[in-house]
């Protein structure tokens, strides 16, 4: 199983051998830890529970640390991880996997393809144009603070706004999968994945990343 997890750091470009120039998203990814393993008969079905990361001693309860103290006495690098994801497996590949294993970048390869999972941008509260790609109203005469308006929202009959109907309101700040993307390049030294390609979220993102 290849799953690791990162922080956003910068958009650069890489040349490859031919001279060819790829716009990629630089994550420094891991090391990854693994923190718990679950199975049928204690919780009801096989996942993985990875930690990453490092937070303030201050900020991390007994229960946490308690949690990670076994992963921890295999992995002295954990210590207060700041987050927390979990990978649902199947039988075989939670067979092939013990608690304070560690993944770093080197479980993957250039040229490979992975799916990327981060939370964008948050942009706040916005219109229906910029929020749904609405065209606006007509720039004729006669149009008064209708440009950017959503137009009717119901029929006349029913006298109620149906569930779903696109309007203005908050925008940005939801999980995004983008699926595909290719391992133009890897750092096993620094820790860093170059991937074509934007990716959800802003610099410091928590990304997680699988193949």
Do not use: W
Not at 91 to 102: I, K, Q, Y
Not at 175 to 203: F, Q, S
Request: one cysteine or more; hydrophobic letters at 40%; proline letters at 3%.
């Amino acid at each position: 199983m290849k799953f690791i997890l990162g922080t956003k750091e910068y958009m650069t470009q890489v040349f490859d051998e031919a001279g060819n120039v790829f716009p990629v998203t630089v994550v420094s990814a891991g090391p990854v830890t693994v923190t718990q393993l679950k199975n049928v008969e204690n919780d009801g079905y096989t996942a993985v529970q990875f930690g990453y990361g490092e937070k303030k001693d201050a900020r991390t309860s007994k229960a946490e640390k308690g949690h990670v103290k076994k992963a921890a006495e295999k992995n002295t690098a954990l210590k207060n991880p700041r987050a927390f994801r979990e990978v649902v497996v199947t039988p075989e590949e939670l067979a092939t996997m013990n608690v304070g294993d560690v993944i770093t970048v080197g479980a993957f390869a250039e040229g490979e393809k992975v799916h990327v999972v981060g939370t964008s941008k948050g942009k706040g509260f916005a219109g229906v144009v910029k929020r749904h790609g609405f065209k606006g109203g007509p720039r004729s005469h006669g149009q008064k603070h209708s440009e950017r308006a959503p137009g009717s929202l119901c029929m006349a009959g029913v006298q109620r706004v149906f569930k779903g109907m696109r309007m203005a309101g908050r925008l940005g700040g939801d999980r995004v999968l983008v699926k595909n993307l290719k391992v133009v390049k890897l750092d096993a030294a620094t820790n860093e994945l170059y991937i074509k390609g934007a990716i959800p979220g802003r610099r410091g993102t928590l990304i997680a990343i699988s193949a």
